[in-house]
């Protein structure tokens, strides 16, 4: 069973953080409809979000609820060492030294919440869960990527909040 964590919201409503499991199928549709209108349609495709759910031990799929709602997802992972190689280059090119490829890094790939429930916390409070569970799977060091916005529901004020620095802006 996995772990589960409640959280007391200032609204006096409890947010269950949890684990997203394999055979949730409504769990799973709502995570997909999340994903499709907070990130743009198949941002994660079916099949990938399957695939992430199918490998516990390597994907964190983590869902915010209240009550059976599902209001947030959060979906991280440690970073293969290619994928590690691949962005130091990308990096070098862009004139940051930074070898990733010398660390355990985990990648927070997406955290999206339905829009009547952003500015909540609930973001936060996924991407710190997702966080903790990142360091059991030994990550030394966190990666996330953005788009820039100048939306107020854009993460990257989020992952600012949390400590990240903004190392680099590539622009379109």
């Known amino acids: ?59 964190v799929l983590l869902g915010s609820y209240i009550d059976t709602l599902l209001t947030g997802v959060m979906l991280a992972y440690q970073m293969d060492h290619e994928e590690l190689i691949s962005y130091d280059e990308s990096l070098k090119k862009h004139g940051t030294a930074l070898r990733l490829s ?14 009547s429930y952003r500015h909540r916390g609930i973001g936060t409070r996924l991407t710190i869960r997702a966080m903790e569970e990142l360091l059991n799977m030994s990550c030394n060091a966190f990666f996330a990527t953005s788009w820039v916005s100048n ?5 990257q004020p989020l992952f600012t909040n949390l400590g990240f620095d903004n190392i680099l802006t590539i622009m379109r």
């Not at 995570?31 to 499709?36: K, R, V």
């Not at 010398?102 to 829009?115: H, R, T």
């Open 1 to 59: 069973m996995a772990e589960q964590i409640f959280i007391e919201s200032a609204a006096g409503s409890s947010h269950l953080i949890s684990r997203i499991s394999y055979d949730d199928d409504r769990s799973i549709a709502q995570a997909l409809a999340i994903y499709d209108i907070s990130l743009g349609m198949n941002y994660i495709p079916p099949e990938d979000l399957l695939h992430y759910l199918s490998e516990p031990g390597k994907y």
């Open 102 to 115: 010398d660390s355990k890094i985990g990648m927070i790939k997406s955290v999206a919440v339905v829009p």
């Open 151 to 155: 939306s107020p529901d854009s993460s």
